[in-house]
């Protein structure tokens, strides 16, 4: 059931579509958009302050790729194999009629939809998320006391409108709702058994994330990191769990679920027990850029082919040659020297 380095060698016969293999054999089945670099939370793991001020240089609205490109981009993607989508950002609630995107790529054959929000304004738009035809949601949310909340948030917002948010959610229909929490030693972690106990037994899906290196502005250290290990052992001295198989090979949290039948939570063990090889997604930042790894430094300007009039067949052999060139495996290979690498930041990729 681990999904450690090493254990998903081979792809799985009955997982297998058409579409490129990387250098390592890994197939391209979800593709992760940034729709917008913005945010309105300074998390102070992932947006700090004192580096997205208000002299932060955001991109300009000419260089987000549209929503017509967008439309175009996931067209090609799923004929290269993609079946899974996720709309992030930044906030990709805080993007301007996103509905109008998620419309258009709702209407991809075999796509599976979904978003990634910290939930702040999910009250408001939920019903026309669900209604433009999106399938699911996912909402961070990193402690449930309003003090703790509100620093980590580091924008003074209170944790009941997320809740309220997930509410909101679970009444359009966006369910299950998964829940991410990144966990940070000494930050958050008095926040894991309450978060379980909250959500057990609601038909959520927590899920808890081991803090990771990504950017170089979080000024990350290996002792930050809750390993996952522990938070099932925390979670499980409380309320027993036993391990559940993955819904499809390559996915990335490791699924538990509570022995009582209270429902399922998820661990990502992204540190301490890497999954580069079962990794089969491609993320796309908001000016088009195509990254094959969250921990990249370069990506690949796919705005520059779209604008400069490209076919959609030369898209997908420019994609498919990325892919085929693919060799990323950064979370086995994480050491002092690759920890300080110029990596691209998480706001601008997306989670
Ligand atoms: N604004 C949206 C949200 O809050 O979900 C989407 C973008 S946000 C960058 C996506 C996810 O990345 C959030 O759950 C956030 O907690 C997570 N994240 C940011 N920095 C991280 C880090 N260093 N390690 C692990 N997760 C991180």
Not at 67 to 88: D, M, Q, Y
Request: glycine share 8%; net charge neutral.
């Amino acid at each position: 059931m681990q999904h450690g380095a090493g254990s998903v060698d081979k792809p799985d016969a009955s997982t297998v579509s058409s579409g490129p293999r990387d250098k390592l054999g890994r197939r391209m089945h979800d593709l992760r958009i940034s729709v917008t670099d913005r945010c309105n939370f300074r998390c102070v793991y992932c947006m700090p302050k004192e580096v997205f001020g208000k002299d932060y240089q955001f991109l300009e609205r000419k260089e987000l790729l549209t929503f017509e490109e967008l439309g175009r981009i996931a067209r090609v993607f799923s004929g290269l194999g993609v079946e899974k989508i996720r709309l992030t950002g930044g906030e990709p609630l805080i993007r301007r009629n996103l509905e109008q995107l998620i419309a258009d790529l709702a209407s991809v054959p075999g796509l599976d939809l979904t978003l990634t929000t910290n939930g702040s304004l999910l009250t408001r738009k939920a019903q026309a998320l669900k209604a433009a035809g999106l399938k699911r949601i996912t909402v961070s949310l990193d402690a449930l006391d309003d003090a703790a909340f509100r620093q980590m948030n580091d924008v003074d917002f209170p944790v009941a409108k997320v809740l309220e948010g997930i509410d909101a959610a679970t009444a359009a229909g966006l369910a299950p709702v998964k829940i991410n929490m990144v966990v940070k030693r000494g930050v958050n972690e008095v926040s894991v058994l309450p978060m379980a106990r909250r959500f057990r037994g609601t038909g959520h899906i927590l899920r808890f994330i081991e803090y990771m290196d990504v950017g170089h502005t979080n000024g990350w250290r290996m002792d930050d990191v809750v390993p996952a290990r522990e938070i099932v052992e925390r979670i499980s001295a409380e309320f027993p769990l036993e391990p559940v198989d993955p819904n499809y090979q390559g996915e990335v949290a490791e699924r538990w679920r509570y022995r009582d039948g209270g429902g399922e939570i998820g661990v990502i063990a992204s540190v301490t027990q890497a999954f580069c090889r079962g990794c089969t997604r491609a993320r796309l930042s908001t000016e088009g850029k195509l990254y094959t790894c969250l921990f990249a430094t370069r990506g690949h300007d796919l705005r520059a082919l779209l604008r400069s009039g490209a076919s959609d067949d030369e898209l997908r052999d420019a994609v498919t040659a990325i892919w085929t060139m693919r060799a990323d495996r950064y979370s086995e290979l994480r050491s002092e020297q690759t920890v300080k690498l110029e990596k691209i930041e998480m706001s601008y990729i997306g989670g």
